[in-house]
């Protein structure tokens, strides 16, 4: 089975989605997504910015690794009475069933940068959006000391070392390997550009019960515990997870989680 497949269907990340639905739809207000647009969403989940962009009138298709997703992003559509809008499975890294130059924009919020063969995504989303249209990417940075680098920094250094030729999400978080990827796509530098912006999880429960959302249904966490556990490190993994939420936690109560996490925001105008 396809390993990155593998990893996104297993828990459930739509308890975690629930938590961005503010920030989701906010971002696509603010990339300037228009009624009659043609929308691809990349990496889609069940649809935190793929369904605000269908209610803003844009004709909307999300595509998702995750076949649990892409049911649930169905579903969700259905109950909204959304009808210009579907999901369907495809792998970011070969997008065949999708025809060069069919998509206005094509957005990806921390999604296709899980995908590997960073090069290939690139190739994919320049070819499938039209000339005058653009990509819209949101990338965690590496190091960055907000909320979702720090999960990831801390599950990785429970986990075993990945295998060769692995190469990082996060350096999609990095202006100069975005800039690398695209260009070999056939980008001209000048039309890339970036900027730092903030995706806030909102939650009407403790941040500790949010830590057990990630420890439950977020698949690179699930896969830190099962393997803290192996090494009796559980209980400190928790530990540092719930200092970590708490810290962050900008509600101003220990019975609400709010909490901002920095991203790098990049935008290609396709030519």
């Known amino acids: 089975m396809n390993p990155n497949k593998q990893l996104w269907e ?19 207000t603010n990339i300037g997504i228009k009624k009659g647009m043609k929308v691809l969403d990349l990496g889609c989940g ?17 595509v998702d690794i995750a076949s649990n997703l892409v049911a649930a992003g169905n579903r969700r559509a ?33 999604g296709a940068m899980f995908a590997p063969k960073p090069f290939d995504v690139a ?15 949101g990338n965690w940075i ?31 978080g990095v202006e100069q390997n975005v800039i690398e990827r695209f260009m070999n796509a056939g980008i001209a530098k000048e039309n890339i550009s970036f900027t730092r912006d903030t995706y806030t999880f909102s939650a009407p429960f403790s941040p500790s019960t949010f830590v057990d959302r990630f420890k439950n249904f977020y698949g690179p966490t699930m896969n830190a515990f099962e393997a803290a556990e192996k ?6 993994l928790q530990r540092e997870l719930e200092t970590l939420f708490n810290d962050q936690n900008r509600s101003g109560s220990n019975d609400r989680t709010s909490i ?4 790098l925001r990049v935008t290609v105008n396709v030519n």
């Open 78 to 110: 259905k109950a909204e009475g959304l009808t210009n809008i579907s999901f369907q499975e495809g792998d970011a890294t070969n997008l065949a069933e999708l025809h060069d130059k069919s998509f206005d924009v094509a957005v990806s919020i921390f």
């Open 46 to 62: 069940d649809g935190t910015t793929a369904i605000p962009a269908a209610k803003l009138g844009a004709e909307v298709l999300g």
């Open 10 to 28: 297993k828990g459930d990340f739509t308890r975690l989605a629930e938590t961005m639905r503010e920030s989701g739809a906010q971002l696509v």
């Open 260 to 263: 901002p996490a920095t991203f």
């Open 142 to 172: 590496p190091g960055d000391p907000t909320l979702v680098a720090q999960i990831l920094k801390v599950s990785s250094s429970y986990t075993p070392p990945p295998p060769e030729g692995f190469v990082s999400p996060m350096l999609w």
């Open 231 to 236: 090494n009796g490190k559980q209980a400190e």
């Open 123 to 137: 190739k994919e989303l320049v070819r499938v959006t039209r000339p005058g249209g653009k990509i819209v990417m």
